[in-house]
């Protein structure tokens, strides 16, 4: 159910109730580790990481592409770098990759863009992660709002995403 409403800062939210609730179950059903912070809204990777007091790097970006197809998959990277779409298609079988219209992004993971999680979507998409997520100790994503993220080791990641780590990231 998606759930309208004003948080803290005034801003009005528009997303499933059940984001937050689904990646939690997730996370705990693996056994992982972490923690969530609240913090001021953040729209881009470099704010998110100011907001949380942590490296870009260890940022994880989820972007949403659209192959020829017009099927979604979800491309994770360190939020520092950038996704090379031509690469990622040729490695995985697409003949083409873009990004997904802000519009299609919402129908199809329940948040908008700047607030997409790694996983957590209420149907399962295709998720491709680029070896850069791994880079740290620690990664942190935000959890379907731009005013909540998640923190947790990446040994804790490796545990909820079912990978295999690819090479699609350019600086």
Request: proline share 4%; aromatic share 6%.
């Amino acid at each position: 159910m998606v759930h309208a409403c004003l948080n803290k800062w005034g801003l009005h939210l528009k997303m499933s109730e059940s984001t937050l609730v689904r990646m939690k179950k997730t996370m705990e059903e693996k056994g992982a580790s972490f923690e969530v912070l609240e913090h001021d809204p953040v729209f881009t990777s470099a704010q998110a990481a100011r907001s949380r007091k942590g490296a870009l790097h260890s940022g994880v970006k989820a972007l949403v592409l659209k192959n020829e197809n017009g099927v979604f998959v979800v491309a994770l990277v360190a939020a520092d770098k950038k996704v090379d779409l031509k690469k990622l298609a040729k490695t995985v079988g697409f003949k083409e990759l873009n990004l997904a219209p802000k519009e299609e992004v919402l129908k199809a993971t329940d948040c908008e863009v700047g607030s997409v999680p790694p996983f957590g979507f209420p149907k399962p998409l295709a998720t491709y992660v680029d070896q850069s997520v791994f880079d740290n100790e620690v990664n942190e994503f935000n959890a379907g709002l731009h005013t909540v993220s998640i923190r947790l080791p990446a040994k804790e990641l490796r545990k909820v995403l079912v990978q295999k780590l690819l090479d699609f990231s350019m600086a």
